[in-house]
């Protein structure tokens, strides 16, 4: 059952993914070479609490800290540490906020200084897949629509897509039904409403899709090494088409 959410769960919604969103913003002038993925962790828990929220990923299924950080080859759940960010790096932050037992989630890929043309192209393809997925939504489409979007904007530019990691609905849990995977047929799986709440997000590979785990037990990583971007926001279904609560 994939839950439609009240007007008072909606208010909450809207609010964890303003916090998730101004979040980044906060985080955003911090990412240079020279600051450790630690110290991006610590400014953002204390953001986060600051707005009366607690960090979702921490703790969650035991995860150590409150940003997800996954540089380069790292695709995603990469744990802070005090590995220190260097020119032409690219690193994603997943942040993930509750406030009054709902939440928002959101993963942004960031460039650490100059980096090469070929990976600018890989940011700018992936967040084009995100809002390729987004436009469909609408009541009475499917999630296999937004699957579908965001595969032919990955194929269009030949990047290899994550299968092992999909969307998810959001609401007083982090994950909730459905997945929404990143490739698939238009006009199938589950029927979109209005009050609905969905993360869409693309994770894709510069070289092939497949992905493997490192010894810690969360990072994921590209099997050939090739870097890896993913563009995420916390969506409402609307009477006629979408709300992004994680943005602007
Ligand atoms: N945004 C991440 C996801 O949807 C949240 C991960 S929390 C973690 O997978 F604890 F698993 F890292
Ligand atoms: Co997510």
Not at 53 to 63: E, I, R, V
Not at 89 to 114: F, M, N, Q, R
Not at 217 to 228: L, N, R
Request: proline residues 4%; aromatic residues 8%; glycine residues 10%.
């Amino acid at each position: 059952m994939i839950s439609i959410k009240s007007d008072r769960e909606i208010e909450l919604l809207k609010i964890a993914g303003n916090i998730v969103y101004q979040t980044h913003q906060y985080l955003k002038p911090y990412i240079k070479e020279g600051i450790t993925t630690l110290e991006l962790d610590r400014l953002a828990e204390d953001f986060i609490r600051s707005k009366g929220a607690t960090p979702s990923c921490k703790g969650y299924h035991g995860f150590p800290a409150t940003l997800c950080t996954s540089i380069n080859d790292e695709v995603v759940h990469g744990i802070p540490s005090k590995r220190m960010l260097i020119n032409g790096d690219i690193i994603t932050l997943d942040i993930c906020a509750c406030y009054k037992g709902y939440h928002g989630d959101s993963a942004w890929t960031y460039k650490v200084g100059e980096v090469s043309n070929e990976v600018s192209d890989l940011m700018k393809e992936t967040e084009e897949a995100l809002y390729a997925g987004l436009s469909v939504i609408k009541p009475g489409a499917r999630v296999g629509d937004i699957s579908h979007a965001v595969e032919e904007v990955a194929n269009k530019y030949k990047l290899g897509i994550v299968r092992e990691l999909c969307g998810h609905g959001v609401g007083h849990n982090l994950h909730e039904e459905p997945n929404i995977p990143n490739f698939g047929r238009a006009g199938y799986g589950p029927l979109l409403k209005e009050g609905m709440v969905f993360a869409v997000e693309p994770m894709l590979n510069l070289g092939s899709q497949d992905v493997c785990m490192l010894d810690d037990g969360w990072t994921i990583v590209t099997y050939d090494g090739k870097p890896s971007a993913h563009f995420e926001h916390t969506v409402l279904v609307t009477k006629d088409g979408y709300q992004i609560l994680t943005g602007e």
